[in-house]
């Protein structure tokens, strides 16, 4: 049996579609710098007027432009040729976990006191529950960040 040659030349084709896949890569790194920055520009006129809710929003702000920032580095690796890490995935994880534990307790801390300066249980266990539940999640991907330390891809590979 012989081959038929292939009517279009696979490896032009092959090269064409990676260097469209390093074109989209890019264009989603430069949209991701572009969004953190415009978050961070948002965030600007809070800090000029420090109240209780500007903080609030300053801090929002501040860590979804770290999470976004997060998300940029399995790009820049993919155009480097590197090998895929979980790492960024983790650090996103816990980042946005503790950034949700900080606003709960600091909406949970601006809610005014009607009459009384103890709050009830049926208001405050879903409060309770989502922190516990973040603060489980921070836990969980902290020991996954330290298991792929100490043993690296190549040796899960192995096993």
Do not use: Q
């Amino acid at each position: 049996m012989s081959e038929k040659p292939y009517l279009l030349n696979v490896k032009f084709l092959r090269r064409l579609l990676i260097a469209a896949d390093d074109l989209m890569h890019f264009a989603v790194a430069v949209i991701l710098l572009i969004c953190a920055g415009m978050v961070l520009v948002k965030t600007l006129p809070n800090l000029l007027h420090p109240d209780s809710s500007a903080i609030l929003h300053v801090l929002n702000d501040v860590l979804l432009g770290l999470i976004i920032m997060e998300l940029m580095w399995p790009i820049v690796r993919f155009l480097k040729r590197e090998a895929f890490s979980l790492n960024p995935f983790i650090y996103i994880g816990i980042i946005s976990s503790i950034r949700r534990i900080l606003l709960l307790e600091a909406e949970h801390s601006m809610i005014p006191r009607l009459g009384s300066l103890t709050a009830d249980w049926p208001s405050l266990w879903p409060l309770l529950a989502e922190v516990g539940a973040n603060v489980g999640i921070i836990l969980v991907l902290a020991v996954a960040l330290r298991i792929l330390s100490i043993c690296p891809p190549d040796e899960m590979k192995e096993k």
